[in-house]
C-alpha cells in the first residue's frame, strides 16, 4: 500500500480545521476516520496489481551511443479499471544521468479487459548486456488518497555492442588496399609471391624485380610486380587484464583497442584474409574463429560487448599457449596489450620469442594522451614536476618499443583518436611488405 500526497495534504488540512474549529479527542476522530474511511474505499476500488499480466517486445541489441526501444504490454483482466503509475527498471547504466526518472516511470489507464503499450526508451552508456530488473506498479483508486503497489519480473535482455566509431577510416584504408591489389591505374603493388605482370621501371623500384629477359625484349627496363598475398591468418588478440582496466579520457583502453580491432578486422576480410579473435587475461574471455567475411562483423561485436577488464596480472604464457593453439601455422598475431614496462619485461617479453619465431607479431597499445598534455606542462612548481614524470614514462614506454622491436615486432603506440587507422596503416604496410 502507498500514500499519496493528496492524503498528506488533507490531513494537514483537516489538522488545521481540527485545532482552530474543533479541538480535541472527537474532533480528530471525526475528521481522521472519514479520511481513514477514503482510504479503505480508495484500496478496495482500486485494480489488483498481482492479477495483471505483462509481456515485452523490442530491441535485443544496440551499438553504443544509439537508442533502444523496449516495449511492455499491460494487460489488465480484471473487472476494475487500472489507474496506474507504472516503473520499468533497468540498470543505472541504460540512461544517460539525470535521465532516469522520466525514460522509466509510464502513467497508463487501462480499462477492464483491456492491454495497453507503454515504450520505455533506453540510451545505454557502457558496453554489456542490460537486463531488465522489475517492473513495479503503483495501482490508484478512484479518490487519488492510495494506491496498491506490487512488482512483477519481466525478464528482458539488450546487448550494447561496441561503437565501432572508427568505421569513417575504412574508404580511405581500402583505397590503399586496392592500390596495393592493383585494382586502380597507380603503378603501386604488394611485394606478394603471385607474380601479376610486367610494367616499365620507376625510380625507387627494387632493382631485384628488374626481369632482364623481358627489358632485353622492350627498349625499356621491366620490372615484375606481385599480388599481395590473400587467404592469410590473422589472429587478434585482446589483452583483458588490469593494463586494459585504465580509463583513458572517458572509456577504458580496453575499448579503444576493441575499436582498432573491429577496423583491422573489416579490412583484413576485404582483403581476403581470415580474420580470428581471442580475448584473455588469465584465461579464455571469448573466442571467435572460423567466421565468414559476411559473419564476421556481427562475431566479433556480439563477442566483445560483455567483456570488462579483469583487475588481474595477464598469464603471458598461457596466453602464448593459446595462441599456439589457435595459430598452428605462420599467421599475424596482432596483440592489443599494454607497453607498460614492468608487466612487459616479467610477463610478455620471455615468452615472445615463441610466437615470433613462427609468426609476423604485431603489438598495438593505446597511449594516453593526457601524458603529452602533461609532458608540455610548464609555469608552475607541480606543473614542472608533473612534466617531468610524464616525460620518465613516456621514455619508458619508448624503450619498450625500441625493445620489442629488436625482437622483429612491429609496434604501434597511438593516443585513442588514433590507434584504430594507426593498426589499419601499420597491417597495409606489412601486406605490402609481403611480411604476411
Not at 8 to 26: D, K, N, Q, T
Not at 139 to 156: D, K, N, V
Request: hydrophobic share 45%; aromatic share 2%; charged share 25%.
Amino acid at each position: 500500500m502507498a500514500l499519496t500526497g493528496r492524503t498528506a495534504l488533507l490531513a494537514a488540512l483537516g489538522a488545521l480545521a481540527v485545532g482552530v474549529l474543533l479541538p480535541g479527542w472527537s474532533g480528530i476522530l471525526a475528521v481522521e476516520g472519514v479520511l481513514l474511511l477514503g482510504i479503505l474505499c480508495d484500496l478496495a476500488l482500486a485494480a489488483p496489481v498481482r492479477k495483471l499480466h505483462f509481456t515485452r517486445i523490442g530491441d535485443t541489441s544496440v551499438r553504443l551511443g544509439e537508442t533502444a526501444n523496449v516495449t511492455l504490454t499491460v494487460t489488465n483482466p480484471g473487472r476494475r479499471p487500472l489507474r496506474a503509475l507504472l516503473r520499468d527498471s533497468w540498470p543505472p547504466s541504460s540512461w544517460h544521468p539525470g535521465t532516469e526518472v522520466a525514460a522509466s516511470r509510464h502513467r497508463l489507464v487501462v480499462p477492464p479487459g483491456e492491454r495497453r503499450r507503454v515504450t520505455t526508451v533506453l540510451h545505454p552508456t557502457r558496453r554489456g548486456d542490460r537486463q531488465a530488473e522489475r517492473v513495479i506498479v503503483r495501482s490508484h483508486g478512484p479518490l487519488g488518497l492510495a494506491a496498491r503497489q506490487g512488482s512483477h519480473s519481466i525478464p528482458w535482455t539488450v546487448r550494447v555492442l561496441p561503437p565501432f566509431t572508427s568505421r569513417k577510416h575504412l574508404p580511405s584504408r581500402l583505397a590503399r588496399l586496392r592500390e596495393l591489389d592493383g585494382r586502380t591505374s597507380l603503378l603501386i603493388r604488394g611485394q606478394g609471391t603471385e607474380f601479376d605482370s610486367l610494367r616499365e621501371y620507376i625510380p625507387g623500384d627494387d632493382t631485384r624485380s628488374i626481369d632482364w629477359r623481358a627489358s632485353a625484349r622492350r627498349t625499356t627496363v621491366a620490372v615484375r610486380t606481385w599480388r599481395p598475398e590473400r587467404d592469410r591468418h590473422i589472429l587478434i588478440v585482446l589483452d583483458t587484464s588490469r593494463t586494459s582496466a585504465g580509463r583513458v579520457g572517458d572509456a577504458p583502453r580496453l575499448d579503444a583497442a576493441m575499436d582498432a580491432a573491429l577496423l583491422l578486422a573489416v579490412l583484413a576480410g576485404r582483403a581476403g584474409d581470415r580474420v580470428d579473435l581471442l580475448a584473455y587475461d588469465r584465461r579464455i574471455r571469448a573466442s571467435v574463429q572460423g567466421s565468414s567475411t559476411t559473419d564476421m562483423l556481427p562475431a566479433l561485436v556480439n563477442a566483445m560487448a560483455p567483456i570488462e577488464p579483469e583487475l588481474v596480472e595477464s598469464d603471458a604464457r598461457g596466453l602464448a599457449a593459446a595462441i599456439m593453439q589457435r595459430a598452428p601455422r605462420r599467421s599475424l598475431v596482432v596483440l592489443l596489450t599494454g607497453l607498460d614496462a614492468a608487466p612487459m619485461e616479467e610477463g610478455l617479453l620471455p615468452v615472445l620469442p615463441q610466437l615470433t619465431h613462427r609468426h609476423e607479431v604485431l603489438i598495438a597499445s593505446v597511449a594516453d594522451p593526457r601524458i603529452e598534455e602533461m609532458v608540455r606542462g610548464r609555469g608552475t612548481l607541480d606543473a614542472v614536476y608533473a612534466a617531468a614524470a610524464a616525460e620518465q614514462a613516456r621514455a619508458e614506454r619508448r624503450r619498450t618499443s625500441q625493445r620489442l622491436s629488436r625482437h622483429g615486432i612491429t609496434v604501434v603506440d597511438a593516443p585513442p583518436t588514433d590507434i584504430a587507422p594507426a593498426l589499419a596503416d601499420a597491417y597495409l604496410s606489412l601486406k605490402a611488405a609481403g611480411r604476411l
